[in-house]
């Protein structure tokens, strides 16, 4: 008994001492390789694994610390022998007498239920088609170590070759290269990945579902493997166009080959942000899924080239702490857009700029500026001061030498984690400039440098008459007609004539009108888009030309015309709803979902349907569908008071889903109901039989 509290007591100093603040595990130890083998058990939601490190002794130590959250561990062996150890809710010590010496071995098995990190997607429902199930990872933000034992310290670098047992009728990816993927019974397959540099922890990703891909090749021989589901197979062009450009583009102006084995793409349902720059697996947001139409109001070419600049900005030099986040982000951020400008122009370009400046400023003028070393800053200032402090810094310093900063930058510190300072040093040794000044304006200082983004602006002849017809805005009419028509001229200008027609709001005049009218008739997808979100009331002498839009190659634009034309006259609302019955829009519904809602509520219209038209928009908020859709029809839903006690339980269930923006929309969503008497009486008779967390949520809100 003695000797069980003495070891009791050895091991709960340990973790005290490995709990306190003082050097990085990293002066004590460097991993050089983890290899793995996971089993994936995605219907249970729980994976088993085993796990060998091979590391460095650096100094001497008693003991070793790695990360895994709620996990079990089991066979714990240091260079063949077993060890003690001890874990918690954090990870597992290892407890040893460590002395310098190189290439040791640590081997353990675990398991784990992991509540983030890794996600199942529908696999609670027995009856979905496969391809709506999915497992996938998201691991920044120290998330790796919930699924793999692993560092939660991006500073600790260490190539990782990953096995996974999955089953069988699944596409599975993960990082590096693709060894084999045999099956090893009637229902598993086995996956063998094989990484050749060293990583940190939290671009470790797995992903697995029904997918099929294009194979595209770079310009230097690089493969790009595009994954989609089979269904979405007519969505894969669109989706991923101007992939090889962006590709090519990148590695000319970076002047670093790209620096991993391959790479790849792979579209997921509910993901929690638009896309994830995982070593060589760039895992996004099926949302950017899309068509020829939708391509033109959204697509993902921005998110599609922020990734892939990531694998030399964050992957292959990687920050050495939050405080120098902007190395990843502003970086990305400023070569996606500068893949943009080679797809979309010039213009575009300085457009990007001017939007986000105007942010930044309205941010900086309310106080709320922030330096880019602030590790607490937000993403306005990580992505866009961060984009902006380098567009600047390249016109300090020039093209040529900014190129070259960049790129011996890059080959410094490959693999290797940097400070900003690093970075500086490398753009002053090639431009032969003191940047101390920059340093201050951009880096250090919380306020946005707004004179000096205006003047970089004003280089664009675009901008500068851009921003002299926004001068007009006060101005009466009759003053800035000519102006305004001249802004209309042929060929216009996408952003020019967009400010023309936001200019002309409000006005209801034969002077109006005409200007309307030369609007419509530019045919520019984008001015015409904004006479449609713009025209507040329709003249009768414009009826035909904005019955026109329901025609144009843009959903937004389709889908702000519908709205008004049913609206203002209720006499052709059949009309109408006939016209864009077939068309879908976005991939969340956008236009299929208003036009179900304007067919339950305009009686005169297929009244006989009004139930099957109902299940359909109720249907969009299952749980097993995409937030983006739930999110949509809840919103249909509520503004009709029409819903049921599947879609209830469905919103109540949302309260409680991983991704934030739609869990915070449902419960701020639910709130409103539970006002209504009818609504709260009904919701507190579901929660019987709701989960424990969605039970105590709702009880919570409900007698709160």
Known sequence: ??????????????????????????????????????????????????????????????????????????????????????????????????????????????????????????????????SEKQVWTQGQGKYTSTWLPSFDDMNEKAEFDLSFAFPAEFELVSNGRLLSNDKINDSTRLWKFDMEQPMSSYLVAVAAGEFDFNEVTSSTGDKIHLYYKPEDEHLAEPTYRH??????????????????????????????????????????????????????????????AHEL???????????????????????????????????????????????????LKELSDS????????????????????????????????????????????????????????FLAEIESASGQDLTQFKEDWILQSAFKAGQSLESLKKSEFITNYLDLAALREMTLDQKYENLEKALDFPVNDYIGQEAVHQLVGEQSPNSN????????????????????????????LKKDFESLLMDDSYLTIEAALYKLW???????????DQTRELTGFYNRNIRMLWLTLSLVTPEFEADLNQKYYDELAGYTDVSRPFQLRENAFGYLFQLGAFNEISLKSLIKGTQHHTYSFRNYCRQLLSELIKNEEYRQEILDLSANMDQEETAYLRSKITG
Request: some cysteine; charged content about 25%; proline content about 3%.
């Open 1 to 130: 008994m003695r000797k069980n509290l003495a070891i009791l007591f050895s091991f709960c100093s340990v973790i005290i001492k490995a709990q306190e603040k003082g050097p990085s595990q990293t002066e004590f130890f460097d991993f050089t390789n983890v290899s793995a083998q996971i089993e994936i058990l995605p219907s249970e939601k729980r994976l088993n694994g085993s796990v060998d490190f091979i590391f460095d002794i650096l100094a001497q130590q008693d003991t070793l610390f790695i990360d895994g959250k709620k996990m079990n561990f089991t066979d714990v062996f240091l260079n063949g022998d077993e060890v003690e150890y001890s874990s918690d809710d954090k990870g597992i010590y290892i407890i040893s007498h460590f002395l310098p010496s190189p290439d040791n071995k640590l081997e353990l098995k675990y398991s784990a239920k992991p509540g983030s990190g890794m996600y199942f997607i529908n696999w609670q429902f027995s009856d979905l088609d496969k």
């Open 367 to 422: 106080g709320k500026g922030e330096s880019l070393l602030n590790p607490k800053a937000n993403s306005l200032t990580f992505y866009q001061k961060g984009a902006w402090a380098l567009h600047i810094l390249r016109e300090l310093v020039g093209h040529e030498a900014f190129r070259e900063g960049v790129k011996n930058y890059l080959e410094l510190y490959k693999y290797k984690n940097v400070e900003t300072d690093n």
């Open 514 to 541: 005409l200007l309307y009218k030369k609007a419509f008739e530019t045919n520019n997808v984008f001015v015409r888009q904004a006479v449609a979100m713009t025209m507040q009331q329709i003249p009768t002498e």
């Open 309 to 359: 600049a990531h694998q030399w900005f964050g992957n292959l030099v990687t920050e050495k702490s939050a405080k120098h986040h902007w190395l990843h982000e502003g970086f990305a951020t400023y070569y996606a857009l500068l893949a943009e400008r080679e797809i979309f122009g010039e213009d575009y370009y300085y457009w990007k700029l001017y939007e986000t400046a105007e942010k």
């Open 243 to 304: 992939t090889e450009e962006i590709f090519d583009f990148l590695e000319r102006e970076i002047g670093v080959e790209y620096p991993w084995q391959n790479y790849r793409q792979l579209p997921v349902q509910d993901f929690l942000y638009g896309g994830m720059e995982n070593i060589g697996t760039t895992i996004f947001s099926e949302s950017f899924l899309t068509d020829s139409v939708g391509f033109k109001d959204r697509n993902y070419v921005n998110v599609n």
């Open 567 to 577: 609206e203002q006259f209720p006499d052709e609302r059949s009309k109408y709803l």
